[in-house]
Every structure is written in structure tokens, then in C-alpha cells.
């Protein structure tokens, strides 16, 4: 399962706080967000880049990736699940976590 497998990439290269938001019936962007923070920018875009990395091994490639240059914030689309991977100021900046329950509450 692709979410098993960034899950598992992410915290193999020690990113750290892996939460996942099931949005399928909230939004028609994805089915899921995979966030997760990594210690400093350079960590931020190695994450990024293994996730990129280990799924090309298998044939899997995101439809676009925003965000790398800055290394704050970067996030990466693959269809059904995208994945956000945070600085940890620019997390509890934006806090999706809290923003999507919240959405999930206006929803009932």
C-alpha cells in the first residue's frame, strides 16, 4: 500500500511526527495527507528526496512537487495521497492537522 510505504520511507530517513489525514470525503484534492516534520531545511528536502527516490524505484512518480527550493514546506502530489513535509515552524504555522479536523466538524 503506497501510505504503508511513504510512511515508511519518511521515518527510515528520521522524519519525525508522521500524522495522516483521511480527507477523501472532505476534498476531491486526495484521499490522504501524509504530514511530517524533519529537523532543518536540508532534512526537510531529504525526505523529499528519498520519498522521490524510492518510489521511482517502483515506478511510482508524483505529479508535481512544490516547495523544494525554499525547503520549508514542501509538498508532493501523488494522486490519492499527498504528502507535506514541514519545518517544524512552518507546522505549527500553518497547523493542517487542526485546520482539516476542523473542516471535518463543519462537515457533520
Not at 494522486?79 to 492537522?97: A, Q
Request: aromatic content about 8%.
Amino acid at each position: 500500500m503506497l501510505e504503508d510505504k511513504i510512511i515508511k520511507i519518511l521515518e527510515d530517513k528520521k522524519g519525525f511526527d508522521v500524522k495522516v489525514i483521511d480527507v477523501k470525503e472532505k476534498t476531491i484534492l486526495a484521499d490522504k495527507f501524509i504530514i511530517v516534520s524533519g529537523t532543518s531545511n536540508t532534512h526537510v528536502k531529504a525526505l523529499a528526496d528519498n520519498v522521490e527516490e524510492e518510489l521511482k524505484k517502483e515506478g511510482i512518480y508524483p505529479k508535481r512537487i512544490e516547495g523544494y527550493g525554499e525547503g520549508r514546506w514542501i509538498l508532493m502530489d501523488y494522486s490519492d495521497i499527498i504528502v507535506h513535509i514541514f519545518h517544524p515552524h512552518e507546522r505549527e504555522t500553518y497547523n493542517l492537522e487542526e485546520l482539516w479536523e476542523n473542516v471535518s466538524k463543519m462537515l457533520e
